[in-house]
């Protein structure tokens, strides 16, 4: 069970890094830096919101509307960090 544990933590991390990488990718398109008409960069976004929007979508229905700035993905990294450090670490506890 402590294999699986750490399992679930490394996949929690790489989402971690999914998400930031998602987050530069919308700046770099927000400010003109990568065109988003590319085909290869429309894939690369494609990819990324199709893993992201999932858990990002119900924290921005829940959040009130801040304008331009969307703070729901440090939201969903704050939730992942909690649940890396203190959730996952507790149920190993459990199990030790």
């Known amino acids: 069970m402590i294999e699986l544990l750490g399992f679930l933590?490394?996949?929690?991390?790489l989402y971690?890094?999914?998400?930031i990488a998602s987050v530069i990718m919308s700046w770099l398109m927000a400010f003109g830096v990568v065109n988003?008409?590319?085909?290869?960069a429309r894939a690369i976004w494609q990819g990324l919101n199709a893993v992201t929007e999932p858990l990002?979508?119900?924290?921005?229905?829940?959040?009130?509307?801040?304008?331009?700035?969307d703070i729901s993905?440090?939201?969903?990294?704050?939730?992942?960090?909690?649940?890396?450090?203190?959730?996952?670490p507790n149920i190993?506890?459990?199990?030790?």
């Not at 933590?9 to 991390?13: A, D, N, P």
């Not at 990002?56 to 700035?69: H, K, Q, S």
């Not at 909690?82 to 996952?88: D, E, G, P, T």
């Open 16 to 19: 971690i890094y999914v998400i």
């Open 36 to 40: 988003p008409h590319n085909p290869t």
């Open 92 to 96: 190993a506890k459990l199990f030790v």
């Open 56 to 69: 990002l979508r119900p924290i921005r229905n829940v959040m009130p509307d801040l304008g331009a700035i």
């Open 73 to 88: 993905p440090i939201v969903l990294l704050l939730g992942c960090v909690f649940l890396q450090s203190v959730i996952i």
């Open 9 to 13: 933590s490394y996949i929690i991390t």
